[in-house]
């Protein structure tokens, strides 16, 4: 079995955890599985990196930026490397350029293109492992080194897995897969045995932080399986990520997520004219401001109210933006002291009453709520911040997701 695993920061974040990591490896060798691992940065080192280049410059050049915070995960590779030829196991570690890593020239944020798997290919059947320093590849046009942003080091797992039609691809994390909700706020959270790709991609867009949105796309597009495991404990069975239909019994509900980075943006006596939520949301989003959640009430004698969401990272830059529109409205106001709890299921598609069970789990905790969102497996809500983990709790037990 050909089987891509990716070991995160923490998971290699000393000399014993990457000792740790070799022992994972070496047992599934000696089972008979062919390996490619990929690795991040030891964790602290990439800020370490950063803090470095900023006493130089408060804005250093991008493909400069790249050299210096690729050499993170080539250190890791090296060492895993050298670790495991030095216990009797053929290794050989490889950069992204190695590894035919192909990306756009999108320096600090570069997408994926191609990736050419002539060279790990031989050098699987030479039956060597291969040790692949994650988050980066070289640009099309310069062969340059480049990094692959944020989640940079799963999307090289899932996308060398997508391109050597690798059986499955694991993630090692810290924590032992994905469990119904965070169970720092519920206890009787359950870790999941499956969980649909689509369901997965609403979880980790709505602040689930175990596997990054980008790698889960990526994965469904390649139909690749994901496994979400722990490296501090390979033996326990992690949650499968996978094809719907691979999923016998759906669940109506498969998980509760809370997102505490949103500020409400709360535009009052809007001009009600057709092109005024154009000219905002196109402003917003020339400024690479993310929009959530919107809502508009019914205008009355030419005014309407319009309230939508943001991450709290971009909260000033849309104070910025919002000031080009004083005059189209009475008031505008802004609120940081919300959360955003949403509840995940494909089984939504199939049963009635999922969204009316939600709504009195919070109304029986007196948890008003300000805005509501739904899609066809999703439905979130925007609730005052103190009442966050009520809430989580509330819904968990609504659905029995401890069952």
Known sequence: ????????????????????????????????????????????????????????????????????????????????????????????????????????????????????????????????????????????????????GRGGSDLSAVAI?????????????????????????????????KISYDEMLELASLGAKVLQNRSVEMAKKLNVNLVSRSSFTPEVEGTLITKEENIMEKPIVSGIALDKSQVRVGMYGVSDKPGIAASIFTSLADENINVDMIVQTV?????????????????????????KFTNDCVNIDYNDAICKVSIVGVGMKSHTGVASKAFSALANNNINIRIISTSEIKISMIIEEKYSELAVRSLHDAYNLDK
Do not use: W
Request: aromatic residues 4%; negative net charge; contains cysteine.
């Open 299 to 323: 205008g009355v004698d030419g005014k309407t109210d319009l309230d939508f969401t943001v991450p709290t990272t971009d909260l000033e830059a849309t104070k910025i933006v919002m000031e």
């Open 1 to 148: 079995m050909l089987k891509v695993l990716k070991f995160g920061g923490t998971s290699v974040g000393s000399l014993d955890r990457i000792q740790n990591v070799a022992n994972i490896i070496k047992k599934l060798k000696d089972n008979g599985d062919s390996i490619v691992a990929v690795v991040s940065a030891m964790s602290g080192e990439t800020n370490k990196l950063i803090e470095y280049a900023s006493t130089f410059s408060s804005k250093p050049n991008e493909k400069e930026m790249d050299t210096l915070l690729s050499s993170g995960e080539r250190v890791t590779s090296a060492l895993l490397s050298i670790a495991l030829n030095e216990q009797g196991y053929p290794t050989t570690s490889m950069s992204g350029r190695e590894a035919g890593i192909i990306t756009d020239t999108a320096h600090t944020k570069a997408r994926i293109e191609r990736i050419d798997t002539d060279k790990m290919k031989t050098t699987l059947d030479d039956g060597k492992i291969i040790i692949v320093a994650g988050f980066q590849g070289v640009d099309i046009e310069n062969s340059r080194v480049t990094t692959l």
């Open 161 to 193: 897995a997508g391109a050597l039609e690798a059986d499955v691809c694991e993630i090692y994390t810290d924590v032992d897969g994905i469990y119904t909700t965070d169970p720092r706020i519920e206890p009787n959270a359950r870790k999941l045995e």
